[in-house]
C-alpha cells in the first residue's frame, strides 16, 4: 500500500509520534505513478519470505536483525561489514540448505520501488525497511576495498567501502515451498 503525505502531515507524524521510527510512517510515494515492484508480482510464502514471480527469487522480507511476526517486521535490523554480511548468508544457507545469498546488484535494485522515498520499497511485502544502503555481493571493479551498495532511501546504487556497516537482507533461488 503506498501512502502519499505531504510535508505538512510528515511534521505531525513527527509531532505526534515522538520516538516513533519514521522508516515505513514517512515514506513518501507519487499518487498517480505507474508502482515498479506492484505487490501483484509478489507471492507471499507460508515461511513469511516472498517470491518475486518476475525474477524467481525468494527474498526475506525483514533485514537481518529483524524477526517477521506474521504481519510486520519486529525489532531493529543490523548493519554489518561486507565480509560480516557474506558470513552471515554462509551461515543462513548452512542452516536450512535452501542457498541463502547475498543478492548480487543487479537482483537487489529489482526491490527498489522507484515511486517511493524514505523507503524506497513496496513498504507492503517489506515491512519497516530501514531507508539506508543494502548490502550487494557486488565487488568494485576498480577498487578491491569496496562493493556495491543498494540504498533504499532514494533508490540509488553506489559502492562503499566493505568495512562500513550497512544493512543486509538475503535473497535465493526458488525451489518450490
Known amino acids: 500500500m503506498k501512502t502519499t503525505l505531504t510535508a505538512l502531515s510528515k511534521c505531525a507524524l513527527v509531532v505526534l509520534g515522538g ?11 507519487l ?21 518475486h514471480v518476475t525474477t524467481d527469487l525468494v527474498w526475506q522480507r525483514c533485514a537481518l536483525g ?9 525489532g531493529d535490523a543490523i548493519q554489518y561489514t561486507w565480509q560480516e554480511a557474506l558470513m ?38 517489506f515491512p519497516e525497511t ?22 533504499f532511501f532514494n533508490a540509488s546504487h553506489s559502492i562503499k567501502e566493505k568495512d562500513r556497516f550497512v544493512y543486509v537482507r538475503l535473497v535465493r533461488n526458488y525451489v518450490g515451498e
Do not use: H
Request: a negative charge; glycine letters at 4%.
Open 19 to 29: 520516538a516513533m521510527s519514521l522508516s515505513t510512517s514517512a515514506q513518501t510515494c
Open 31 to 51: 499518487a498517480d505513478g505507474l508502482e515498479t515492484t506492484p505487490s501483484a508480482n509478489f507471492t507471499e510464502l507460508s515461511s513469511g519470505n516472498v517470491w
Open 66 to 74: 529483524q524477526s517477521w511476526d506474521g504481519t510486520t517486521c519486529t
Open 88 to 125: 552471515l548468508a554462509q551461515q543462513a544457507s548452512d542452516t536450512d540448505l535452501l542457498g541463502w545469498r547475498l543478492p548480487n546488484v543487479k537482483e537487489l535494485a529489482t526491490l527498489v520501488e522507484r515511486d517511493c522515498v524514505r523507503p524506497a520499497i513496496n513498504a507492503t511485502l
Open 130 to 151: 530501514p531507508p539506508d544502503d543494502f548490502w550487494t555481493s557486488t565487488p568494485s571493479t576498480t577498487d578491491p576495498d569496496r562493493a556495491w551498495v543498494v540504498a
